[in-house]
């Protein structure tokens, strides 16, 4: 397993649109392991392919306590949605940000497994939210495109300014 290099905003290819994977072989189960090794580590709750500038439509998600509850998400499509909820949420290619953001309450994902096997998921709350945002990734968004041009771009600046202090 590696980890992998995270893109941050505003990197232009964080807008990529990811392609869909269309055998789930070794190479994509590689990514999957390198893609959760890299998300504990962040440490964070969710890892889409995009931000690993890998435009493959991979997402990762743990949303437990302990970690004990990877789940991989293979050309995942959201089929139904429900509610409306508010939560914080932050980002691991916005380090450092958090924003309220509005997101369906509960969704019906389907997508592929580790092993290429399909299945549907059910989720709300949280991981509800945490696979919304990861998906928004795949389609090249991010959560601060919720948020007002003023918002943006106070938080690029800022952005900027923490990167060029560790220069």
Do not use: W
């Amino acid at each position: 397993m590696a980890l992998l290099n995270i893109l941050h905003f505003p990197d232009p290819r964080l807008r990529t649109r990811a392609e869909p994977v269309a055998v789930v072989d070794d190479a994509v189960r590689q990514l999957v392991d390198d893609m959760l090794e890299t998300m504990y580590e962040a440490p964070g709750i969710g890892l889409a392919a995009t931000q690993v500038d890998v435009h493959r439509r991979v997402v990762v998600v743990d949303v437990s306590e302990d970690k004990s509850e990877p789940r991989c998400f293979i050309n995942p499509e959201i089929v139904d949605r429900d509610g409306v909820e508010e939560m914080d949420e932050g980002c691991l290619s916005v380090p450092g940000i958090f924003e309220k953001v509005q997101r369906a309450e509960r969704v019906t994902v389907r997508a592929l497994d580790r092993d290429g096997q399909p299945f549907e998921l059910a989720a709300d709350g949280l991981l509800a939210v945490c696979i919304q945002h990861e998906i928004y990734h795949l389609d090249g968004r991010l959560f601060v495109d919720h948020l007002s041009e003023l918002k943006r771009q106070r938080i690029r600046k800022k952005l900027e300014k923490q990167r060029r202090q560790t220069l």
